[in-house]
């Protein structure tokens, strides 16, 4: 059986089956792919036996096939996420391009603390203004589980439906986000987060902070809706796959909580702010499934912002047992209106000191009106 070199880093695998995954493409064929059913795969944890995947086909719900590669050693819920994504990606649901360079706009307190500690700040989302954009895709959810239930036939199903539904209602997960636009001038960004926008390359900022997930906000209703539906099928696959084979006896109740679907629907937000181009970095916890496993929460750190404590995570303390990233990389910097030559003195003196001289600041061409 052949061995692949095992890596934390995703890439785009395969445009035609819109494969991104550290695994080649699972399509039987593919040029892309490989012939075998199977690969091994050398554990990044010291001492513990390689692991064995094979390619495995599911059904979408109009009956289609798609596939992935699956670990026997692990529930299908931990890779869950990447295989609806690529599934996501290869119907065309998700837009695959990124900008060039996406923008951070903080305030020069939060320049500061990330350039210092070399991190990225995500704040606890039910601290930040619109707190009601998690219920809007939570709705949503409910609506398409409640369409689902009607013609449910397995008990097991229906009872996982009906659970999701009433647990949606009232989340318990930490939601830590931090935002980035598209526009790295945009006069509304200025006035809503501060005077500073942080330019990042898209990928970076995926390699630095691998454990969270970063992708565009999606606006569109019947996408969301499509994804919605897409998710909540392979979801319940996945389930009845698992305990059918028996792989839940270790983490029996982990399909019965919501975090994959927070997941999700912490990236719709309501098509009246599609202005905004936003792209998200989130990270999801659940409160209790990491201590069920033997493992540590990411640490809850504080900072002081606009008269209020807000709870936050540095990106690199999200999930510990897990190996850090890549060092974050800023590729930009550029001063919002009203800044002026002292500040910007400051932050080139600063950025060289932290041995980022080669980091481009430059100054805004938005007038500002008040
Ligand atoms: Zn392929």
């Known amino acids: 059986m052949r061995t692949l070199r095992n890596t934390i880093f995703p890439d785009l695998k395969c445009q035609e089956h819109g494969i991104y995954d550290v695994w080649p493409c699972p399509w039987p064929e593919c040029r892309n792919g490989i012939p075998e059913d199977s690969f091994r795969v050398e554990s990044l944890m010291e001492g513990e036996e390689p692991e064995v995947y094979s390619r495995r086909q599911w059904k979408t719900l109009s009956g289609d096939p798609y596939f992935s590669w699956d670990s026997a050693k692990l529930p299908n819920w931990f890779s869950l996420p990447r295989v609806v994504w690529n599934e996501a990606r290869r119907q065309g649901l998700v837009d695959t ?20 500690s070399g991190q990225l700040w995500l704040s606890d989302y039910s601290y930040l203004n619109d707190t009601r954009e998690l219920s809007h895709g939570a709705d ?3 609506e398409v589980a409640t369409e689902l239930l009607v013609n449910e036939s397995r008990p097991q199903a229906t009872d996982l439906l009906r659970q999701w539904i009433t647990e949606l209602q009232s989340p318990v997960h930490r939601v830590c986000v931090a935002s980035f636009s598209g526009s790295g001038d945009s006069l509304s960004q200025w006035r809503a ?8 390359e898209p990928r970076d900022v995926s390699l630095h902070a691998y454990r969270a997930n970063l992708r565009p906000v999606e606006y569109q209703r019947d996408r969301q809706r499509a994804l919605v539906d897409l998710y909540l099928h392979h979801m319940r696959e996945a ?3 698992d305990s059918d084979n028996g792989r839940l006896e270790r983490i029996e109740d982990v399909y019965h909580k919501t975090d994959r679907l927070v997941e999700l629907i912490a990236f719709f937000k309501d098509p009246a702010f599609a202005a905004e181009q936003e792209y998200r970095l989130a990270f999801i916890e659940h409160p209790d499934l990491m201590p069920s496993l033997g493992h540590k929460c990411s640490a809850k750190r504080f900072r002081v912002s606009r008269g209020r404590i807000i709870p936050y995570v540095l990106s690199d303390e999200l999930e510990p047992i897990l190996p850090s990233g890549r060092d974050l990389k800023i590729r930009e910097v550029i001063l919002g209106p009203g800044t002026d030559a002292t500040l910007e003195r400051g932050i080139r003196e600063f950025l060289t000191e932290s041995n980022m001289r080669e980091v481009e600041v430059k100054r805004t061409r938005v007038p500002y009106r008040t």
């Open 193 to 200: 987060y501060g005077h500073i926008a942080i330019g990042f």
């Open 239 to 241: 389930y009845l796959v």
């Open 140 to 142: 949503l959810v409910a």
């Open 97 to 116: 391009g990124f900008p060039d360079l996406i923008y951070h706009y903080t305030s020069v307190e939060g320049f500061f603390g990330i350039v210092q």
